[in-house]
């Protein structure tokens, strides 16, 4: 068992473990650190926030969000990205319940969820140019596409690992480093379900509005 | 690998439940249909508009912190809260003071 | 062919310039050296799994200080040929092109390649040893840091001899920086140069942030935390909240050069004043960022050297919070021209007078400590006590200049070079050269040579005001920084030639420095106590060099100077009772994925800024099998055995004196 002192070290005295491990549990530590990551993230998305609403009336006689957006997909992907948060939510749960095939089937249900959202914003993107609005139209549109594909590569990149991590736990099982790497992902889902939220109120919503 | 149960009290204590994880589903899910419903049959302009979008935004986002993330189940001291919120004030003065030096500039405008 | 071979050779390279072709030989015969000595002495398998793969703080600490002397060097150079050349009136000896490379390169390395790894380099050696622990939160990633900062470097530094140097000023404003009036590789080399190191940057802020909260010894509450863990914990806070705006900045501003967005372009719609308003964002906080180290080494060394408590602990600990947060609020004092209204520069005036304050309070704390106590004069102390009159100067200029009416008249003048020079090098310089003299013998095992040191140190010290004072009366006089040179008539030439035999003598002072270090190598005399200076703190516990594992079995602590108390007990003969018996240490194993994944994002770097994209995408996916394949391995640490620790520990006590 850990306890926790007044300052918040956390000691670690496992009285079956031959080895006395001095750290903290190292893996509330690659939690914590991974947290401080997000918080990171959250001003990198801020930046873009920031250049996107200051630059988006800059159209430059290009098309405006009222002419390119079509919301039905765009509100279609909002809900998919929000149904699979909660997903890995129920990824998580199983995992505490020691469940193995549950936790990788709903691993699997949220990464497919999530391929979904990308080929939809792949789609979207494609369909903008086809309609003559690139990233050198204007500088509305460069704000636009820099700050929506970031999130879309954020969730590609989480993509390829949460299949690198579905492969394993279906090598190692459900150990504390596997647990710890589920808690942290299902973290990093949660977080971009928040950052589109504010994509979607900022950009589109307000956009069309 | 049983030996680890339990010496994480962080992870330990925050992992919820199906009933928190239900609930904050379904605020979310009203909480994305009442700013779409405003937007597309135009119940509110201008800034009314904006600031109750907002207001759905940063609810949401504070039911994913708390549903999702477990936020208040942090143990003590609560570092996680601490840069949580030190990065939220930090992110406001990005925003905020880009919107006000930039979009009242008095040369550019 | 031979033609073909010939025309790509002529752009590749920078060619035409007799300065560079001598960079160019100088740098061949030392790479040939350097491979020829390794190879005779049949050191590469050492080089490889001593320092390469080494996921140690302390061998990432010592790695990181030799590159920030290497890149001392460089900007010291770079420095040097500017006030060369403006050391008369219409001197010819560099062109305005390459005057302008040169300061760009000057600012970019002397901030980024230089204050910053020495920076990291003092917090990987000595952060762990004072809270007790035995390496940092994240080994690996540590390691990792280290190469990508390493990459970012070469990177940029390549720009000299391949592809021609960034000339845009060290934080790159558009529209020069932009892709219509800066179309060579330059400006992709510092882009990239810098992202890369910066990613670097980010990742150690979150490790040591993380290391100072959760891993000190037992007993160490954060409030007896000695002040140096202090100052990392609040330039680290800062670190986490601005590297993440550089990084989007510099990205943008790639996109508006790669894919013909429209950011910060004057045409399209872009507003080349949000990068200037997005890069002080993080531009600002950087410089406290740098600083706030120093002041934590200077509080270490004022304790230790007047042999006194810290006066103001309390008032340090929250003076340093306040700064790293107040930080954040201040970035517009650096575009007060730019025309934002008298709301906006008011607002930001009023905070960075506001910032001058815990500055104050910290000077005042310095100050009680030393009143009264018994000070002695080593060269670290030397540093400290040359540091406060430096930096209060520099510190006051700085409340002229955030003056937003009298600013008109100051900005971009040499007024302002002076008054960050003597910030920069009168807090910085001085503090990691206090901080480096102090924590030598923790690092090496010996003391620097004293008498050379206070040679350096004086020389420095006159040399410095030698060069930077007369540059206040020029901006005063109307010289606006980066010109590349002036007329007779300006009246401007006495002062500058002043100057230049200033920044002379610095440079006499840094030959000094090399020598010193060299000279007591040379008669090096061992230092056998691990506590040369009588310090207080932790890291003065244990043998130097610190033992792989740093703490045979980690100190249980009850008070602020942990280690200066217990000496007073042992001295009174109540010594703490038996040492706790020995356990097995668990500790990370090397490996060689931080230094792979860092070349290939060199590689990947070096792609984008020629546009070669079958390099890029090479490097890009080398980085992720790089991460694919740590993420894969679950094999990452091992014990030390109880036997093997009383082998070291024994090892270390037995050798005769």
Redesign the interface.
């Known amino acids: 068992m850990a306890e926790h002192n007044g300052s918040g070290h956390a000691y670690h005295t496992e009285s079956h473990s031959a080895a006395h491990d001095n750290h903290p549990d190292p893996e509330e530590l690659r939690t914590f650190g991974f947290w401080i990551y997000l918080m990171t993230d959250v001003i990198l998305f801020g930046t873009l926030f920031a250049a996107y609403i200051v630059l988006r009336g800059n159209t430059n006689g290009g098309p405006g969000p009222e002419e390119l957006f079509q919301m039905g997909g765009i509100i279609t992907s909002t809900f998919i990205l929000l149904t699979s948060s909660f997903t890995s939510g129920l990824a998580v749960l199983a995992m505490h319940k020691g469940n193995r095939q549950a936790l990788m089937g709903w691993l699997s249900v949220t990464a497919l969820l999530g391929a979904t959202f990308i080929v939809l914003e792949v789609r979207e993107f494609i369909h903008l140019v086809h309609e003559g609005a690139t990233i050198g139209t204007s500088a509305f549109l460069s704000a636009f596409f820099t700050l929506v594909g970031t999130h879309g590569l954020h969730v590609s990149l989480g993509l390829v690992w949460m299949i690198a991590l579905i492969i394993q736990l279906a090598k190692h099982g459900i150990t504390p480093v596997t647990k710890r790497k589920v808690n942290v992902i299902s973290l990093f889902w949660h977080f971009l379900d928040v950052i589109w939220i504010f994509v979607f109120t900022i950009v589109y919503l307000m956009g069309v509005s | 690998?049983t030996?680890?149960e339990?010496?994480?009290?962080?992870?330990a204590g925050?992992?919820?439940?199906?009933k928190s994880?239900?609930l904050?589903?379904l605020f979310?899910?009203v909480l994305?249909i009442i700013?779409?419903a405003?937007?597309?049959n135009?119940w509110?302009?201008g800034a009314a508009?904006?600031i109750v979008?907002?207001m759905?935004?940063v609810l949401?986002?504070v039911v994913?912190l708390i549903f999702?993330?477990h936020l208040r189940e942090e143990?003590?001291?609560r570092?996680?809260l601490v840069?949580?919120i030190?990065?939220?004030?930090?992110?406001l003065?990005?925003?905020l003071?880009?919107?006000?030096?930039?979009?009242?500039?008095?040369?550019?405008t | 062919m031979w033609e073909k071979v010939k025309s790509f050779a002529s752009d590749f390279f920078v060619t035409g310039d007799p300065l560079i072709y001598g960079a160019d030989v100088s740098i061949v015969l030392a790479a040939i050296s350097i491979v020829f000595v390794m190879t005779y002495f049949k050191k590469w398998g050492w080089l490889w799994r001593e320092w390469l793969t080494s996921v140690d703080h302390k061998k990432i600490g010592i790695m990181y200080i030799l590159a920030s002397f290497l890149m001392l060097f460089r900007g010291g150079v770079d420095a040097l040929l500017m006030r060369a050349q403006l050391v008369v009136p219409e001197m010819e000896f560099l062109t305005p092109d390459h005057y302008n490379q040169i300061f760009t390169t000057h600012g970019v390395i002397m901030i980024l390649f230089m204050a910053m790894p020495f920076m990291f380099g003092l917090f990987n050696v000595i952060v762990p040893l004072q809270i007790g622990a035995r390496d940092v939160a994240f080994p690996f990633l540590n390691a990792l840091s280290f190469w990508l900062f390493f990459s970012g470097a070469m990177l940029f530094n390549l720009s000299f001899v391949i592809g021609g140097s960034p000339d845009a000023g060290w934080l790159a404003y558009p529209p020069y920086s932009g892709l219509m009036h800066n179309p060579g590789p330059g400006q992709d080399f510092y882009i990239w140069g810098i992202q890369i190191s910066g990613i670097g940057s980010l990742m150690t802020g979150i490790n040591f942030i993380v290391t100072i909260l959760k891993m000190r010894a037992p007993g160490m509450k954060l409030m007896k935390m000695p002040m140096f863990p202090w100052s990392v914990l609040s330039s680290c806070i800062a670190i986490i909240f601005s590297f993440p705006i550089l990084t989007a900045t510099l990205a943008l501003l790639f996109l508006d050069r790669y894919a013909g967005a429209h950011f910060f372009t004057l045409d399209g719609g872009g507003n080349p004043m949000m990068y200037i308003n997005l890069i002080w964002m993080w531009g600002h906080p950087e410089v406290y960022i740098i600083v706030l180290p120093a002041f934590g080494i200077f509080s270490e060394i004022v304790s230790t050297f007047a042999k006194k408590k810290l006066f103001g602990y309390k008032s340090m600990v929250y003076a340093m919070m306040i700064i790293s947060i107040l930080s954040f609020l201040v970035w517009a004092h650096h575009f007060f021209t730019m025309g934002s209204g008298a709301d906006v520069n008011a607002f930001f005036a009023l905070t960075t007078m506001l910032i001058a304050i815990p500055t104050g309070a910290k000077v005042f704390n310095w100050l009680f400590t030393m009143f009264r106590g018994k000070i002695t004069f080593e060269t670290p102390m030397l540093w400290t006590i040359g540091f406060i009159p430096c930096f209060v100067t520099g510190g006051m200029t700085g409340v002229l200049l955030s003056v937003a009416p009298a600013d008109f008249q100051f900005h971009n003048s040499y007024f302002l070079v002076a008054h960050f020079h003597h910030v920069i090098i009168g807090g910085v310089v001085f503090g990691y050269f206090a901080g480096l003299y102090y924590w030598w013998p923790k690092l090496f095992g010996f003391k620097l040579h004293e008498r050379i040191g206070k040679w350096a140190f004086w020389l420095w010290n006159i040399g410095f005001y030698l060069c930077f004072m007369p540059q206040y009366a020029l901006g005063l006089m109307g010289m606006t920084r980066r010109v590349a040179t002036y007329g007779w008539d300006k009246g401007w030439w006495e002062m500058n030639l002043v100057s230049t035999i200033g920044a002379g003598l610095m440079g006499i002072a840094f030959v000094v420095q090399v020598w010193q270090i060299v000279y007591s190598v040379k008669h090096l005399r061992k230092d056998r106590t691990g506590d040369p200076w009588n310090g207080r703190t932790l890291e003065w516990s244990i043998p130097s060099p610190a033992p792989l594992y740093n703490f045979a079995t980690l100190p249980q602590v009850t008070a602020q100077d942990e280690w200066w108390e217990e000496k007073l007990l042992r001295d009174n003969g109540q010594s703490s009772s038996v040492p706790p018996a020995l356990e097995p240490i668990h500790m990370p194993k090397n490996s060689g994925i931080p230094f792979v994944m860092s070349m290939f994002w060199f590689a990947a770097g070096f792609g984008f800024v020629f546009q070669w994209l079958w390099l890029i995408i090479a490097g890009l996916v080398g980085v992720a099998v790089c991460m694919l394949v740590h993420s894969f391995n679950y094999d990452n640490d091992y014990y030390i055995s109880v036997d093997e620790i009383k082998r070291t520990e024994a090892a270390i006590r037995e050798v005769p004196n």
């Open positions: 690998m030996q680890h339990g010496t994480n009290p962080q992870a925050l992992h919820g439940s199906l994880y239900t904050g589903f979310s899910i994305t700013p779409v405003i937007v597309m135009g509110l302009e508009s904006s979008l907002m759905a935004a949401q986002l994913q999702f993330m143990k003590k001291p570092y996680n840069t949580l030190l990065g939220l004030v930090i992110l003065v990005i925003v003071g880009s919107m006000w030096i930039m979009l009242y500039n008095t040369v550019a």
